[in-house]
């Protein structure tokens, strides 16, 4: 195996602003410390939170790297002291809490996974921050069981994509809102019992229909806003509202009586400021509980588009504009 360079070129966030505000520059390969490993990266995830840390609104947290990017796949090249879980030359996929958008990164030994020969090394880069996401928030926090019904805000995106074909392959029914009928045919062909094109249609009422009444028993929301108070409707009784961002805005007004009358549960998380042992948890979980469909080649991420590295403003513009059906990926 070749011994990585000294400097490699990465893609930075030259100041906040637009895609047009990433731009290359030269940077010092890092060296693995302890519990790390040094990885050649195939593959890097685009994901909103990039988008949002371009634009100035999400600081890594502190240790990070201030580089964009929380996910990649590819070949470990070095190690620290003390990583004992992959070894040289493996390929793997990992989360990242920062630094993604390089030819080589830094990963926890601990919260990376061993690439399924089912997955493309492209599907792998593309995989371990929904894979944690949907996990964490829809199995974990929702504690989704078979026979219920998820209710997925944005089924089209790459969470979406993810989270219809677990709760599908655990047992579960499942609804999504989309806002276009190519989005709601993608959603439907991955295994979604139902999809309901938001911009037509009044999701609650059809959640409603669609469950003689019930409603649905978690409901998996990226929007917020003023579908905080629709969600505790569209709710089941002893429902749970899983939070994981607010793309329509933090703030609403909302009758919290309903959270008592259906006895609902209302909890969110965000993944980038857990605690690397929180992450590694997460990483058993899911080696014991997901990775099996993974092999079988059961689940797989869906890929909307990939880019060269240096191409990653044009993967934003893509992201922007909310066309893209699956995930987004550069390769260095």
């Known amino acids: 195996m070749e011994k990585p360079p000294a400097q490699m070129t990465v893609i930075g966030i030259s100041k906040p602003g637009g895609p047009e505000v990433l731009l290359p520059e030269t940077r010092p390969v890092p060296s693995p410390g302890p519990g790390e490993i040094l990885v050649k990266v195939a593959a890097a995830g685009v994901n909103r939170p990039d988008v949002a840390q371009r634009s100035g609104a999400y600081p890594p947290p502190p240790g ?6 929380l996910e990649v796949a590819g070949e470990v090249v070095a190690l620290g002291a003390g990583s004992h879980k992959h070894k040289l030359g493996d390929k793997v996929m990992s989360l990242v809490a920062g630094g993604g958008y390089a030819p080589y990164t830094i990963a926890q030994d601990a919260q990376a996974m061993a690439v399924p020969p089912a997955l493309s090394m492209l599907e792998a880069g593309a995989t371990p921050e929904t894979l944690m996401t949907v996990w964490h928030n829809v199995f974990e926090r929702g504690a989704l069981k078979p026979g219920e019904t998820l209710l997925i805000h944005g ?4 969470i ?8 599908k392959a655990f047992g579960s029914k499942v609804i999504v809102t989309v806002g276009s009928k190519e989005k709601a045919s993608a959603c439907l062909k991955l295994g979604a019992d139902h999809a309901i094109n938001y911009k037509t249609e009044d999701f609650v009422a059809e959640v409603k229909k669609v469950t003689s009444g019930t409603g649905a028993n978690v409901i998996l929301d990226m929007v917020g806003g003023d579908y905080i108070e629709r969600n505790y409707d569209a709710a089941a009784i002893d429902g749970r ?6 793309l ?9 009586a309903r959270l008592m009358v259906k006895r609902l549960h209302h909890t969110g998380s965000t993944l980038r400021p857990r605690s690397n042992a929180d992450k590694a948890a997460m990483v058993s979980a899911i080696e014991a509980m997901v990775m099996p469909l993974l092999r079988e080649g059961r689940v797989k991420p869906v890929i909307d588009s990939s880019f060269p590295l240096e191409k990653a403003a044009d993967a934003h513009r893509r992201m922007e504009t909310s066309e893209h059906i699956g995930k987004i990926v550069l390769t260095p």
Do not use: H, Y
């Open 64 to 69: 990070a790297s201030d580089l964009p990017g």
């Open 155 to 158: 089924g089209s995106s790459g």
């Open 160 to 167: 979406g994509t993810m989270a219809i074909q677990l709760a």
């Open 241 to 246: 509202v899983v939070q994981i961002a607010l």
């Open 248 to 256: 329509g805005g933090p703030k609403a007004t909302v009758n919290f």
